[in-house]
């Protein structure tokens, strides 16, 4: 039997929306004899019930003051080193941004969704991170 591949799926959110919807029925769709699943959401929503019915650990980061303070940066990096995944799925603009960062840092590949719609909302320095 052969190894399955970990992949490591961010989101911003599992709210209602259809980036939400999409990784729900992207994760549901993909064959589990080859892909392990884990994601990891900053904002909790409906699409949690979806991935648990489904059987796929999730994790919910926080920061300790707000969403994004430092402690919300440390975390997600520990938690990313330690499932060890062998690549990042990341979708919506915090989780781009992030797991691409994060990525890097780890020599981790990484597949990121939407990001054209990040460039032109913050412009030359992201388009720098999704370039390197």
Known sequence: MQKK???LHITSS???GGAESL???LIKNMD???FEHHVIYFHD???SVCLKELGIPIYQIKGLISLYDPLFCTRLYKLVKKIKPDCIHTLLWVANV???IIARLLKIPIASACTIMLIKM???GMYWIAQH
Do not use: A, F, Q, Y
């Open 32 to 34: 589990h004899e080859m």
């Open 23 to 25: 990784l729900c029925d």
């Open 122 to 124: 913050v412009g030359c």
């Open 45 to 47: 929503g409906p699409h």
């Open 98 to 100: 992030s797991g691409r």
């Open 5 to 7: 591949i970990k992949l």
């Open 14 to 16: 599992l709210k209602m």
